[in-house]
């Protein structure tokens, strides 16, 4: 069975820390790119940042450069994103999702072959 299953959500003040996980399972992880997404009540879901393991390529949408980090545990099929730094705008719900493509790209939502259902981040002022 595929599974992606995101964790590491919660509540923290602004300034603060999370790490989130996307743990993998029932698909050659190696072969895909992750990303993650979020989306705040009342908005589209949007990009936050990406990684392809076989190749090292990372990307980043533009406000959370310099502040999120995306990294993999290819042994554990897992992928985390470290936030710092939080704002109150970073609240929303975020989900991690795989597509067979290189992360350079620009996909649409329905290219991607995965997704998890989703942690909430909230952020306080």
């Known amino acids: 069975e595929v599974q992606l299953v995101e964790s590491g959500g919660g509540s923290v003040q602004a300034g603060g820390s999370l790490r989130l996980s996307c743990a993998a399972s029932?698909?050659?992880?190696?072969?895909?790119?992750i990303r993650w997404f979020r989306q705040a009540p009342g908005k589209e879901r949007e990009e936050v940042s990406c990684?392809?393991?076989?190749?090292?390529?990372?990307a980043y949408e533009d406000s959370v450069k310099g502040r999120f980090t995306i990294s993999s545990d290819d042994a554990k099929y897992t992928v985390f994103l470290q936030m710092n730094s939080l704002k109150p705008e970073d609240t929303a719900v975020y989900y991690c999702?795989?597509?067979?493509?290189?992360?350079?790209?620009?996909?649409?939502?329905?290219?991607?072959?995965?997704w998890g259902m989703g942690t909430q981040v909230t952020v306080s002022s």
């Open positions: 029932g698909f050659t992880f190696d072969e895909y790119s």
């Open positions: 990684i392809t393991s076989r190749n090292g390529r990372t």
């Open positions: 999702a795989a597509i067979l493509f290189d992360c350079s790209g620009s996909y649409d939502l329905a290219d991607y072959d995965y």
